[in-house]
C-alpha cells in the first residue's frame, strides 16, 4: 500500500522561500512517477512539478525557475525547493506516486497520471 505524508508548508512573505517534502512509502522503487499538486477551493489541482525515475523533469510555466523537484534516490524523500514565493502560489500542495509506468521522460502534470495521493500540506504567501 502507497503512503505519501507531506510536511513544510507554512506562511510566508512574497519573495520568501518553503521547502515542501515527501515522504513516499509502498510504491515500486523502479519505472515510478511523482509529482507535486497544488489546489485552492472552487479550483481543480493543477499539477507544478514531476520527477520520474529515470530524472526526468516537468514544470508548470508557472513556477519555471522558481521551483525546483528532486529526489536524491527511489528510498529518500521528495522535495519541492519553493524560491521567489507569490501570493497566487496560495494552495495546498500534495505529493502524489504512480507506480509501474510504461514510459520514462517527460513526466505528466496531469493529476490523472497519479494513482495514489497524500493529504496535503497548506502554503500561504502575503503579500
Known amino acids: 500500500q502507497v503512503q505519501l505524508m507531506e510536511s513544510g508548508g507554512g506562511s510566508v512573505q512574497a519573495g520568501g522561500s518553503l521547502r515542501l517534502s515527501c515522504v513516499a512509502s509502498?510504491?515500486?522503487?523502479?519505472?515510478?512517477?511523482l509529482g507535486w499538486f497544488r489546489q485552492t477551493p472552487g479550483k481543480g489541482r493543477e499539477g507544478v512539478a514531476a520527477i520520474d525515475s529515470a530524472g526526468s523533469t516537468s514544470y508548470a510555466d508557472s513556477v519555471k525557475g522558481r521551483f525546483t523537484i528532486s529526489q536524491d534516490n527511489a528510498k529518500k524523500p521528495l522535495y519541492l525547493q519553493m524560491n521567489s514565493l507569490k501570493p497566487e502560489d496560495t494552495a495546498m500542495y500534495y505529493c502524489?506516486?504512480?507506480?509501474?509506468?510504461?514510459?520514462?521522460?517527460?513526466?505528466?502534470?496531469?493529476?490523472?497520471?497519479?494513482?495514489?495521493w497524500g493529504q496535503g500540506t497548506q502554503v500561504t504567501v502575503s503579500s
Open positions: 502524489a506516486a504512480e507506480s509501474n509506468i510504461l514510459t520514462l521522460g517527460t513526466p505528466t502534470l496531469s493529476h490523472s497520471g497519479y494513482s495514489d
Open positions: 509502498g510504491y515500486t522503487y523502479s519505472n515510478y512517477r
